[in-house]
């Protein structure tokens, strides 16, 4: 993108919305109003805006069950049996994934939980974990009753990789390193692939590379991932990975979660499991036998029915991303962070009003920004919401915004922008 210092105006941004191929698709979601506008909604890192499709996607789920009871299992347009056959081809450009390699169930933390049944059998050998410092609190509480439930003490077990003073942001090669000091003692790294609290995008590929080098199992929280920038599970040799669909991919408030585990454990007979009805082959599973039967995908993870109205509100919002092409949102998301970083630059000019934590590389980052502001941080946050601005706060001091391709403009980027500039200078 071309930007210049006079492109800080509502006419250039105008301009890039009037170009912008996708801008038809805002217009598939319901924005929040504010004194009777549209706000500017910058919070699809936490909970994505609905789209109008899913009240007519549940709507089918109700009809279903109206019109056959229990046989809509089996009955009309979209049998709930196989619904979710339409749902992970739309899913599989987003992870980078094959179709029998991803399990739409639970939610995240109780997928974390199954999936490290799994991939976390410490011996007495190989028993170390490896994170990130700061990890999301759910994923921490995750790995500490994980490591308690195996009769260990996660202080011992646990090994935090640290941000290096004076930055919020880990270094990529810190990690590596941290995997090759502890190799012959790590059983498993477990990383959030974006790091909720600056955005910052790990190297999944060569943590991968590196785990599977020291003999470690490797899975990813991808929660701020999932739909914000490009996956290649598959390719990078994930062996498991779990994600929320409410941030990025917008399927509603506790919206149904998603797992991935690598095709290479899909057959695997030696891997422990906790195991339900759900996973066990459709070709038997209402035969009621005794004897569980994998269905030799990451199906065999689920353990019960499907709940088909979160599954339907998924799929409306999939749809909109099959439409809009993920490759073509990934291009857009790129202008607008780089609009974001260059108006963001235009008013921290002369004062140094704010840090950005978040990286500057394009390949280091996805929607989110975070800003840790000098002065008055809350009191300034709390200003934006009476404004039409939706941004989130984490403590101390730190503002995070996420401009999303979908229905997010570089006008708005612009209003956010001159808005911030008058607060900070009040
Ligand atoms: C990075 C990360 N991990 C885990 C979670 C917890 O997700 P859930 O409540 O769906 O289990 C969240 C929720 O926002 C998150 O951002």
């Not at 941004?13 to 038809?24: F, P, Q």
């Not at 490009?230 to 990975?241: P, R, S, T």
Request: negative net charge; aromatic residues 12%.
């Amino acid at each position: 993108m071309d930007i210049s210092p006079h492109h800080f105006s509502a006419n250039y941004a105008a301009e890039l919305d009037r170009n912008d191929k996708l801008k038809k698709f805002r217009d598939h979601f319901y924005i929040p109003q504010s004194g009777g506008k549209d706000s500017v909604y910058f919070l699809g890192n936490s909970l994505g805006l609905r789209p109008k499709s899913t009240r007519d996607e549940i709507l089918k789920v109700l009809d279903s069950w109206a019109n056959y009871g229990v046989e809509g299992f089996f009955m009309g347009n979209d049998p709930w049996l196989d619904y979710h056959k339409k749902v992970n081809p739309l899913l599989k450009q987003i992870l980078g994934a094959l179709e029998t390699e991803i399990v739409t169930m639970n939610h995240l933390t109780v997928n974390l939980h199954l999936l490290m049944i799994s991939f976390y059998q410490p011996t007495p050998t190989r028993y170390k974990i490896l994170c990130e410092a700061k990890a999301f609190p759910s994923d921490q509480y995750a790995l500490q009753s994980q490591v308690r439930l195996h009769g260990l003490n996660p202080d011992e077990v646990i090994i935090k990789v640290n941000a290096r003073e004076g930055t919020e942001v880990i270094s990529n090669n810190d990690i590596l390193q941290a995997i090759e000091d502890h190799k012959d003692s790590l059983a498993l790294v477990m990383i959030g692939g974006v790091n909720y609290y600056t955005g910052q995008v790990f190297d999944m590929e060569a943590i991968c590379k590196a785990a599977k080098n020291s003999g470690a199992y490797v899975g990813f929280d991808l929660a701020h991932a999932a739909g914000n920038i490009e996956l290649k599970l598959h390719d990078w040799e994930v062996d498991f990975a779990c994600w929320c669909n409410y941030k990025y991919l917008n399927s509603g408030p506790g919206a149904i979660a998603g797992a991935f585990i690598h095709q290479m454990h899909l057959n695997r007979t030696d891997l422990k499991r906790l195991e339900g009805w759900w996973g066990n082959d459709i070709a038997n599973r209402f035969k009621m036998e005794e004897g569980f039967t994998p269905s030799n995908s990451a199906e065999s993870w689920q353990l019960s029915t499907t709940p088909m109205m979160a599954l339907a509100a998924h799929f409306s919002s999939l749809k909109i991303f099959e439409d809009a092409g993920f490759g073509n949102l990934l291009e857009k998301s790129k202008m607008l962070s780089e609009y974001l970083f260059f108006v963001l630059d235009s008013i921290n000019t002369v004062e140094k009003h704010f840090s950005i934590l978040t990286p500057r590389a394009a390949n280091e980052r996805g929607c989110q920004v975070s800003l840790s502001v000098n002065k008055n941080a809350r009191q300034i946050f709390d200003q934006l919401l009476p404004l039409g601005i939706f941004a989130d706060w984490r403590e101390p001091d730190v503002i995070r915004i996420a401009p999303v391709p979908l229905y997010n403009t570089f006008s708005e980027i612009f209003t956010f922008a001159q808005t911030l500039k008058k607060l900070l200078t009040l």
